[in-house]
């Protein structure tokens, strides 16, 4: 994942290099061109100078008639030379370009070559410049390199100049906006403060977030409330009925039958009673209710656990290994809350375990995590499930009457409170591992397993 500051730079920077290839085609094309018509232009010149020089001392000072002789003048360097010679085939104008080779003192050169047939006194000459290609080619290629280098430097001033244009335009986006979306998870801290910035949209956009966490807060709010209210209210029912079922039961008045339908009914007065308990847990916790300054001794808290819970597990002829490091201190947390955890967790693993089964809850630091895993080799749960199973009251068969109740979505709810996360994998039939992770800035004496 990059960001919009960073792909807007080489989104740019990439269409600069398309433009600035093209561009860099063009002018090698256009330099050879150049070059090309330069160098005729300065043949034609020379020929105008050399035929001035005829006009004035005459041909017969460069050429001998009578034995035919043929006029040659070339520079030391052989870059360029100058013929004039009897032309038997009578060709006279217009100026003809040509590329061919030509030796000069036994070495064979290229030349850029420049015909001329001319006429005086009845009697035909023909006129030819050349000018080295290996010299022009030379001229070619430093032209080219400086080309490069401009375009080069243009493109990484070009390059460099929309960065800077594109983080002092995304500065409001970067400073304000996205710091924002990172704490859009908590309504109670996040920042409602206007956007100061010459940009509209990036106003806009600040304004609709303003506008959107409060509307999310309070509807947040007034479910919390809604929820703990509800809770409260129906404590004082549930109450008044189990005690009037109590009596009833104590009154030694009612049939076998009867006493038998008040002791269910009650039974459902408890579950009832303990679904409003857990409601009014994840109300607390998701308000933010409890204190989070505690340290605990990982390995203690989960002996603690195993004590309380080990008539259940020995029930089943399940073990439990605790393999947690005894150095593994966390805090800024608290311990009734991970206690919760802990053991909804341990004792779903015993609940989904068979007969015969083992737990193993263990710990080991990976990256910037602190983890915990509590790993069984129970019945597992179904792939399609696993998405579910922290949803509150969302039974994990609809058809068999049992389901994940409110167990897991409490461990959900604590996870979230101290800044955690938790994932699940399980395989049907061969058992499933819960991992929690905690930030490692609230670990202390981590031992890795």
Known sequence: ????????????????????????????????????????????????????????????????????????????????????????????????????????????????ILNYGFEINNQHYMLEIGKNIQLINSLNKTMKNISITIILIVLMITIIFDVGINKYLLNPLNKMIIRKLKTITNPETFDYSELHSSTSDFVYLNNALNELMHKVTTILKNQQKFTADVSHELFTPISIMQSKLENLLTSGNLTEQFATNVMDQQNHLN??????????????????????????????????I???????AEMKNITIHNLIHPNDNLANINKSLIYILLFNLVSNA????????????????????????????????????????????????????????????????????????????????????????????????????
């Open 1 to 112: 994942m990059m960001r919009l500051e960073l792909k807007l730079a080489l989104i740019g920077a990439l269409s600069k290099i398309v433009i600035f290839f093209i561009l860099f085609i063009l002018m090698q094309q256009v330099i050879d061109r150049q070059a090309l018509r330069v160098t005729d232009r300065d043949l034609i010149k020379m020929k105008d100078k050399t035929m001035t020089i005829v006009d004035k001392i005459g041909i017969n000072s460069f050429l001998n008639i009578s034995k035919d002789s043929v006029y040659a003048s070339y520079n030391m360097l052989k870059d360029e030379y100058i013929t004039i010679d009897v032309d038997t085939q009578k060709v006279t104008g217009p100026i003809i370009f040509s590329n061919e080779a030509r030796e000069i003192e036994d070495e064979d050169f290229d030349f850029r």
């Open 271 to 304: 579950r009832l009673q303990q679904i409003i308990k857990a409601l009014l847990l994840i109300a607390r916790i998701e308000n933010d209710q409890f204190s989070k300054n505690e340290t605990i001794i990982v390995r203690e808290l989960v002996d603690e």
């Open 350 to 449: 015993i609940k989904y375990n068979r007969d015969g089964g083992w737990i193993r809850v263990a710990s080991f630091e990976t990256g910037n995590k602190y983890c915990i895993e509590v790993i069984d080799n129970g019945i597992g749960i179904d792939h399609d499930q696993i998405s579910n199973i922290f949803n509150r009251f969302k039974r994990a068969d609809p058809t068999s009457g049992e389901g994940y109740g409110l167990g897991l979505s409490i461990v959900s709810s604590i996870v979230n409170f101290h800044n955690g996360s938790i994932e699940v994998q399980s395989v049907k039939g061969e058992g499933s591992t819960f991992k929690i992770q905690f930030p490692l800035k609230n670990v202390n004496f981590i031992t890795a397993c």
């Open 306 to 312: 195993i004590l309380n819970i080990e008539d259940r």
